[in-house]
């Protein structure tokens, strides 16, 4: 999440694609993967962009095209799962492969990849590209996360501390550099 965000956030909750376009707000959404999100839907679910994304473990290929940005990554209540109509998916939920599940359907999970410190494979490119995807595992709830469900946040260094505070969040924060690949 840019922390430039983070204001809105503790005003609004954490948005669907959908419902942030109607507020001004900093993206770190690329493109190609937008478009992607936008011709896809859950199954018996809404669309990919009307669901506020999360995912199980922000430190992932995502977060690595970011690193360098003003960026800070929201720590949010397991209670998400409870939220009416939240969907889980195996991987990353653009991905042509992509399995989406109930909540309660966890277990499907390949959580030992979802938290792998690293996903490359150089020597196997097929295991790469899979284990990216299932890196980017997430939590889909529509339209909306409400900000009472934050529990606090990580960021890269003490500036990034300090701005979060200016912005309003009294939550704890941890700064931990190395989950933003410094």
């Not at 005003?11 to 190609?32: D, I, T």
């Not at 996360?145 to 003490?158: E, F, H, Q, R």
Request: net charge positive.
């Amino acid at each position: 999440m840019p922390i430039d965000n983070v204001a809105s956030v503790i005003q609004h909750g954490v948005l669907s694609y959908e419902m942030a376009a109607k507020l001004h707000h900093s993206s770190v959404a690329m493109r190609v993967i937008q478009d992607k999100r936008d011709q896809k839907s859950v199954p018996g679910g809404l669309r990919l962009h009307q669901y506020a994304n999360l995912y199980f473990h922000a430190r992932n290929p995502m977060l690595f095209k970011r690193r360098s940005e003003d960026v800070c990554v929201l720590r949010l209540s397991t209670g998400v799962f409870q939220i009416n109509g939240a969907v889980i998916s195996d991987q990353n939920a653009a991905s042509d492969y992509v399995r989406f599940l109930a909540p309660s359907q966890w277990r499907l999970l390949d959580f030992e990849d979802i938290f792998a410190r690293d996903w490359r494979h150089p020597d196997d490119l097929y295991r790469y590209y899979r284990h990216k995807s299932r890196k980017c595992a997430e939590v889909l709830v529509p339209r909306r996360v409400p900000a009472d469900m934050i529990v606090g946040a990580y960021v890269a260094d003490t500036g990034a501390r300090g701005r979060m505070v200016q912005s309003g969040f009294d939550l704890p924060i941890e700064v931990t550099p190395d989950f933003f690949f410094r």
